[in-house]
């Protein structure tokens, strides 16, 4: 009983010292990369007036719906826990006057955020972002340079294989058609609709595409796609975009449902995705959202960012070094019994490959035969050097390769040579 009160509360986690090194290792990158990349940090407070998010996030949103930590101040204000990074960045960016400075001001920052969500893997209800913002500039190699800087810091944190999922969600104009014709697409099922899609039916039908309970429907998979109605000046900016990509040597998949969740992106958005952490899931995402600093009360300036989760990324990595398996070897030594015999000549064996520059190991735990090969397996050793009772009478070791299961016995002396030649194969 007087334990629970103590115990931390729901959706939170402690970072032991056993694990702070990775957290450190993933900060550092971020300091390094991105100002590498000419960005400067920014960092602005955990809690904002309500309406920053209101506005900034957008009234639509289920973070802001469902999602935040909102309370009344001793001075009456509604205040929330920042639930997300772009808001604030740009709150600051407009209350000091950054505009008036050289442009486009690139911003990165990386802390806490608050969502009230249902805790699971990876889903915090503290959790930490890290993301970068380019304000004032629409040029499309503003774009390609974020997204570039996105997949090289997935690269640099040792996730290897995310997938870049990229679309346009194009500007009020070529959305004002769009909606026009999703809304007379998704009109017969509107009543089927869940709660949330038929709330923002009029408001945001470009949301329920991306709705965890709809999207999958097949009448909302056939609706019309943004990309068919973009205007020209969109149309532009999207192909120009790709071209950069291209330039720059970074993949893309093209996926006209991709709208994200949130309601003030415009143009470009994207996510890069692994699916090896649960189903399609998120490592870092962003877009442009060329009116939200008007909206926060700043000029008409354009903008573009991305933010990306360092639990899911400290994940990824987990799953991939995983399935990477420990450092690879090329030869275990597998031994049949414990006769002083055997492991004198286990040694001698060990040792002998190791001098010829052969990665090799041995089992020290005194396991079975079979625990020996599942480890020479998941090491992904070439090689099984199986050593018993009958190599040790013939001065011989068995060989095993482990690829084509074939095996046979040679002399001690001519082991290197023939575990070299399987090597080699
Ligand atoms: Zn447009
Ligand atoms: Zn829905």
Same mark, same amino acid.
């Given at each position: 009983?007087?334990?629970?009160?103590?115990?931390?509360?729901?959706?939170?986690? %402690?970072?032991k010292p056993s694990e702070?090194p990775a957290?450190?290792?993933?900060?550092?990158?971020?300091?390094?990369?991105?100002?590498?990349?000419?960005?400067?940090?920014?960092?602005?407070?955990?809690?904002?007036?309500?309406?920053?998010?209101?506005?900034?996030?957008?009234? !639509?949103?289920?973070?802001?719906?469902?999602?935040?930590?909102? @309370?009344?101040?001793?001075?009456?204000?509604?205040?929330?826990?920042?639930?997300?990074? !772009?808001?604030?960045?740009?709150?600051?960016?407009?209350?000091? &006057?950054?505009?008036?400075?050289?442009?486009? =001001?690139? #911003?990165?920052?990386? +802390?806490?955020?608050?969502?009230?969500?249902?805790?699971?893997?990876? $889903?915090?209800?503290? @959790?930490?972002?890290?993301?970068?913002?380019?304000?004032?500039?629409?040029?499309?190699?503003?774009?390609?340079?974020?997204?570039? #800087?996105?997949?090289?810091?997935?690269?640099?944190?040792g996730? =290897?294989?995310?997938?870049?999922?990229?679309?346009?969600?194009?500007?009020?104009? /070529?959305?004002?058609?769009?909606?026009?014709?999703?809304?007379?697409?998704?009109?017969?099922?509107?009543?089927?609709?869940?709660?949330? /899609?038929?709330?923002?039916?009029? &408001?945001?039908?470009?949301?329920?595409?991306?709705?965890? &309970?709809?999207?999958?429907?097949?009448?909302?998979?056939?609706?019309?796609?943004?990309?068919?109605? *973009?205007?020209?000046?969109?149309? !532009?900016?999207?192909?120009?975009?790709?071209?950069?990509?291209?330039?720059?040597?970074?993949?893309?998949?093209?996926?006209?449902?991709?709208?994200?969740?949130?309601?003030?992106?415009?143009?470009?958005? @994207?996510? @890069?995705? %692994?699916? $090896?952490?649960?189903?399609?899931?998120?490592?870092?995402?962003?877009?442009?959202?060329?009116?939200?600093?008007?909206?926060?009360?700043?000029?008409?300036?354009?903008?573009?960012?991305?933010?990306? +989760?360092?639990?899911? #990324? *400290? #994940?990824?990595r987990a799953v991939q070094e995983e399935e990477e398996g420990a450092a690879k070897i090329d030869a275990y030594i597998v031994t049949f019994g414990s006769d002083l015999t055997i492991f004198d000549a286990s040694l001698r064996v060990l040792s002998l490959l190791r001098k010829a520059g052969v990665t090799a190991d041995l089992d020290y735990a005194g396991r079975g035969v079979k625990a020996q090969m599942k480890t020479a397996d998941r090491l992904g050793a070439r090689v099984a050097v199986l050593l018993g009772d009958e190599e040790v009478a013939n001065g011989a070791v068995t060989l095993r390769d482990l690829m084509t299961k074939e095996q046979n016995q040679v002399s001690e002396d001519a082991c290197v040579e023939a575990v070299l030649a399987l090597l080699s194969r």
């Open positions: 009983m007087a334990m629970a009160d103590f115990a931390r509360p729901r959706g939170t986690y %402690d970072i702070t957290w450190q290792a993933v900060e550092d990158l971020a300091r390094t990369l991105f100002s590498h990349y000419h960005f400067e940090e920014m960092r602005t407070p955990i809690f904002e007036h309500t309406e920053v998010f209101e506005r900034g996030v957008g009234d !639509t949103s289920d973070i802001v719906q469902k999602e935040m930590y909102t @309370f009344v101040t001793r001075g009456e204000k509604s205040v929330t826990l920042r639930p997300e990074g !772009t808001a604030g960045v740009v709150r600051a960016f407009v209350e000091n &006057k950054l505009y008036g400075g050289p442009l486009p =001001a690139k #911003l990165w920052y990386l +802390g806490p955020m608050f969502r009230y969500e249902a805790p699971q893997a990876g $889903r915090n209800r503290q @959790f930490h972002q890290y993301g970068v913002e380019v304000i004032g500039s629409s040029d499309p190699r503003v774009d390609a340079e974020v997204i570039e #800087l996105g997949a090289r810091f997935l690269l640099e944190a996730v =290897a294989d995310a997938r870049l999922e990229l679309n346009s969600v194009g500007c009020p104009v /070529c959305r004002a058609a769009h909606r026009a014709a999703l809304i007379a697409h998704l009109a017969p099922i509107r009543g089927s609709l869940c709660a949330d /899609c038929q709330g923002r039916f009029e &408001k945001n039908p470009l949301r329920i595409l991306d709705c965890k &309970k709809d999207r999958d429907r097949p009448e909302v998979k056939s609706s019309p796609r943004i990309t068919e109605y *973009l205007c020209a000046d969109c149309q !532009t900016q999207y192909s120009a975009v790709k071209h950069n990509l291209d330039v720059l040597g970074v993949s893309y998949v093209e996926d006209s449902t991709l709208v994200r969740g949130l309601d003030y992106y415009t143009q470009t958005t @994207f996510e @890069f995705v %692994d699916d $090896r952490i649960g189903a399609k899931s998120t490592l870092l995402a962003g877009g442009r959202y060329n009116g939200l600093v008007e909206q926060l009360g700043g000029p008409d300036m354009p903008g573009i960012g991305f933010a990306g +989760g360092v639990e899911r #990324l *400290l #994940l990824a």
